[in-house]
């Protein structure tokens, strides 16, 4: 048997038995629910990765909701491209960008706390399968909204709608009861060798 | 003073500490130029974060083109999202799923070359403002690719060009020559809940 077959016979026998484990942990998951999804961590992907899953819900024949927490000083190209959706992808935006813009708190919470509405209202249409609350962490963190009333109107959506948070330091009680939790972590960023947040890639 | 105000007051100066921070390394990083992004890692959001940036690149006017490597037994919803585009994203998806599903080296070694020859024509075209690589990781882990290839191919891009590659195990040569790394770390996982891969969150 000459080398290169031996390594695809290798190959091979490695991958079936791959192929027996994946194959039976797939039986084993049979439940078909609602999913919480966290994305948080100081890395680069947290939103981007929630975007992804709209346009995934979309390619579904879903309806989404949009809300974007703290963000919205300067529109970016996710929001520009999806209002062209107005039928499929309900977009909100809060306004007035980051809080180390504003510097004010009081304004901020009073915002936070709008932008939870339309949240709520999306919360409640069993018609949107998925709901993107983007940036929600950052609101949790800074105390604009309250955790604990956040998880109640979490857990009292339609059983079948999936929703996404994302932003970095998100809460222990929120990990607690989401379904699948990502940590983002930064390996390194084209921004500390000097390279400026460039459209189509940051914003 | 009253504690609230107080609070707010507080909350004020730590804000414009942390805009005058923010503020100066954004005056330093004024480089404008194509980067190389890799997201790695375990965890979920790969793959999701590359069809984010999609979005973005599309939302500024930018043209994309999309290979999926090793992928492809089964359309995703953003590949069925994103087809509606033709004149927008070039959508090329490498055939038969999985490698432990194929269990053949050296068909998968050829389908990989192929669309690796579909990358390098996106690579040539200046047009493209951005290229998602989609499970190439994968695919270089395999050896189905030789990475010092493929980081040749890259490096000789268009200069303004932008570059996603997703997928687990991204090798060391490719970190090192990256822009932006992120690696996405499993904090928890649905699936080891007993909760299926559903339509809009995992495919």
Chains 1, 2 share one sequence.
Not at 13 to 27: L, N, S, T, V, Y
Not at 161 to 190: N, S
Request: hydrophobic share 40%; aromatic share 6%; net charge negative.
């Amino acid at each position: 048997m000459d080398h290169s077959t031996d390594i695809n016979q290798r190959h091979q026998a490695r991958m079936e038995r791959k192929k027996a484990f994946i194959d039976k942990k797939i039986a084993a998951a049979d439940k078909e629910i609602g999913i919480i999804i966290v994305n948080t961590g100081n890395g680069k992907g947290k939103s981007s990765s929630g975007f992804g899953m709209v346009i995934r819900a979309l390619g579904h024949g879903m309806k989404v909701g949009v809300v974007q927490f703290i963000k919205g000083a300067m529109s970016t190209g996710e929001e520009t491209f999806l209002r062209r959706f107005p039928d499929e992808v309900s977009f909100h935006v809060m306004g007035e960008g980051y809080t180390w813009d504003t510097q004010d708190r009081e304004r901020d919470t009073e915002k936070a706390q709008l932008a939870w509405q339309q949240a709520q209202e999306f919360m409640r249409d069993p018609a949107i399968g998925l709901i993107l609350l983007d940036e929600l962490n950052i609101a949790l963190k800074y105390r604009y909204l309250d955790v604990h009333s956040v998880i109640a109107d979490l857990l009292e959506r339609p059983p079948m709608q999936h929703v996404v948070i994302t932003g970095r330091g998100a809460p222990a009680e929120l990990i607690a009861i989401a379904d699948t939790v990502t940590e983002m972590a930064v390996v390194k960023h084209a921004f500390a060798a000097g390279i400026t947040a460039q459209a189509g890639t940051e914003w």
